[in-house]
């Protein structure tokens, strides 16, 4: 079982890299979320998973929901409260709290801003 969810992870990382360079940013945004929030990927790999997303939070449109930016938060934290922090996330903790916090503002407003 942990070899197929570990194959599965890998396929579904690859997945998220190809629509990534098909510009399919809103999928691969969901893609990169889910693999987050299932826990289909092994924790010491969620530095370089939320490391991925910072092009995504910092393009033009608005690619993360609220909710999947809260999500996103959510493990920055959960990695945050580790004793022994991954390799890599001190130095980017602040531009990647910072890219969180203006997609979550501009999330905020584009649904706001949507009819009902």
Same mark, same amino acid.
């Given at each position: 079982? #942990?070899?197929?969810?570990?194959?599965? %992870?890998? &396929?579904?990382?690859?997945?998220?890299?190809?629509?990534?360079? /098909?510009?399919?940013?809103?999928?691969?945004?969901? #893609?990169?979320?889910?693999?987050? +929030?299932?826990? $289909? +990927?092994?924790?010491?790999?969620?530095?370089? @998973? $939320?490391?991925?997303?910072?092009?995504?939070?910092?393009?033009? /449109?608005?690619? %993360?929901?609220?909710?999947?930016?809260?999500?996103?938060?959510?493990?920055?934290?959960?990695?945050?409260?580790?004793?022994?922090?991954? *390799? &890599?996330?001190? /130095?980017?903790?602040?531009? @990647?709290?910072?890219?969180?916090?203006?997609?979550?503002?501009? +999330? %905020?407003?584009?649904? &706001?801003?949507?009819? *009902?």
């Amino acid at each position: 079982m #942990l070899v197929s969810d570990r194959l599965t %992870f890998l &396929g579904k990382y690859r997945e998220f890299h190809k629509m990534y360079e /098909e510009k399919e940013f809103k999928e691969a945004s969901a #893609l990169l979320v889910s693999l987050l +929030a299932s826990r $289909l +990927a092994p924790k010491y790999f969620w530095v370089t @998973l $939320l490391f991925d997303a910072l092009p995504l939070l910092e393009s033009e /449109e608005v690619v %993360f929901s609220s909710r999947q930016t809260f999500q996103l938060m959510y493990c920055l934290e959960e990695l945050q409260q580790k004793t022994d922090k991954p *390799p &890599g996330l001190k /130095e980017k903790e602040d531009l @990647l709290r910072l890219a969180l916090t203006r997609n979550l503002a501009r +999330a %905020f407003i584009s649904e &706001g801003s949507q009819e *009902p």
